[in-house]
């Protein structure tokens, strides 16, 4: 009784965690799912002492010294200049990686018994995104950017660019399993939707981010010679449908390549630079950026005076965390880019695998425009997304291939 409970409990609860942090539209949401998470890992975790030792020593070293070395060089850098603000937003970094932990414990044992409940959660979390996205943008005059409740247009393109990948990538995927029509109606539509919205927010980073993370993913399957052929009609119909769909979401806004700000990103990168010029080790600390760049490293000739970060993710770890945390944020990049590649080698059907390496692409280009890791909305559904990824693959190294 108590197990059957518990798994009803844990069902429920990633259901939960996964749909409000795939959309971040309600704050106290977020707060109740991460405390019944918490709740339902410690509780696995004083069933079975080996789970601690089992994800410790299945997870990919490249993915442990990425993860570890970026947060314990921020807090280096944040510990050598003593300052306490800059020591708890390090501290804050590594707390919304949290939900990677405990998407990893609740799902990487049974994983194909929450596999259904993880794709429903996304779909249905980005079907009302979806819907409510375009209720929005039927009421927007023409040239006005999407968005939508608390998200401007920049965050709301952040979390479709990283939800969107494992959306279509399970569309794909249920069109050849799946014997559902209505799921499979609703999954493609759904698709179609985010699509226009994430069009309609005119983010040319995270349009840009999408559609270059695509591209690296399909270079990366050339590539490594990965063998993962999703239906050819299908994909060829919802080629011409995204086509056709981005088209009118994009005669809908004023989608200019060119704004009147283009130049002021260039002037905070070199603002920013000025900034690590003068504290190359440790950097100004990473709660200081803003009042350093007010008082000291401000261009004259820049127009947006009071801003919090300098819109580049490089930029900001470098100048507010030095050498130290800027090479951590560094390898970090990179470290996770070879860490997916290096499982797409060894997974090639796991779907996953390829849509966080295209999500992540996505999310790390467009961080270099815009807020990127430093958006908690997004580095908490990024680390979520990466909690399922290696859940996955845990359960297929761990219980399916050692089956055979």
């Known amino acids: 009784m108590e197990d059957k409970f518990l798994k009803y409990f844990n069902k429920v609860t990633v259901f939960l965690f996964l749909f409000f942090f795939s959309t971040s539209l309600i704050k106290v949401s977020l707060s109740i799912t991460t405390v019944m998470a918490t709740i339902g890992s410690i509780y696995l975790i004083k069933k079975d002492k080996n789970i601690i030792r089992t994800v410790r020593t299945n997870l990919l070293h490249s993915f442990k010294i990425s993860y570890w070395l970026f947060f314990i060089s921020v807090l280096i850098s944040s510990a050598l200049i003593m300052d306490v603000d800059s020591i708890k937003k390090a501290f804050k970094f590594l707390y919304y990686s949290l939900p990677f932990w405990l998407m990893l414990i609740l799902t990487y044992k049974n994983f194909d018994k929450y596999e259904n409940v993880i794709q429903k959660a996304l779909i249905s979390s980005m079907f009302i995104i979806g ?15 999407l968005s939508l409740l608390n998200l401007g247009p920049n965050a ?43 069009i309609s927010t005119g983010s040319r980073g995270g349009i840009g ?84 760049y007010i008082q000291k490293y401000i261009l004259p000739e820049a127009r947006e005076r009071e801003l919090e970060f300098p819109h580049n993710t490089i930029a900001y770890f470098f100048s507010t965390s030095g050498i130290i945390g800027g090479f951590g944020f560094i390898i970090f990049t990179f470290g996770m880019i070879f860490f997916l590649l290096n499982t797409l080698k060894k997974y090639p059907n796991n779907i996953y695998v390829q849509a966080m390496l295209w999500s992540f692409v996505a999310f790390s280009i467009h961080g270099l425009v815009d ?11 990024l680390f979520t997304l990466l909690g399922i990824t290696c859940a996955s693959v845990m359960f297929e190294e761990n219980y399916i291939n050692k089956s055979k």
């Open 131 to 145: 819907i409510s996205g375009i209720y929005y943008l039927m009421a927007l005059s023409q040239g006005t950017r």
């Open 156 to 198: 709301l393109a952040t979390l479709l660019e990283l939800n969107l990948p494992f959306i279509i990538l399970f569309s794909f995927n249920n069109f050849k399993k799946s014997n559902d029509f209505k799921y499979k109606f609703i999954s493609l539509i759904t698709c179609l939707l985010c699509l226009i919205i994430l």
């Open 209 to 292: 981010g999408f559609f270059l993370g695509l591209v690296f993913l399909i270079f990366s399957n050339f590539k490594l010679r990965v063998n993962y052929k999703p239906n050819v009609k299908i994909a060829l119909l919802s080629l011409i449908a995204i086509i056709a769909f981005c088209g009118l979401a994009m005669d809908k806004i004023d989608f200019n390549f060119t704004r009147p700000y283009d130049m002021e990103r260039v002037r905070l990168i070199q603002s920013s630079y000025n900034m690590w010029l003068d504290n190359k080790l440790v950097g100004v600390g990473l709660n200081n950026w803003q009042e350093n």
């Open 371 to 381: 807020a990127g890791f430093l958006m908690k909305q997004g580095e908490r559904l």
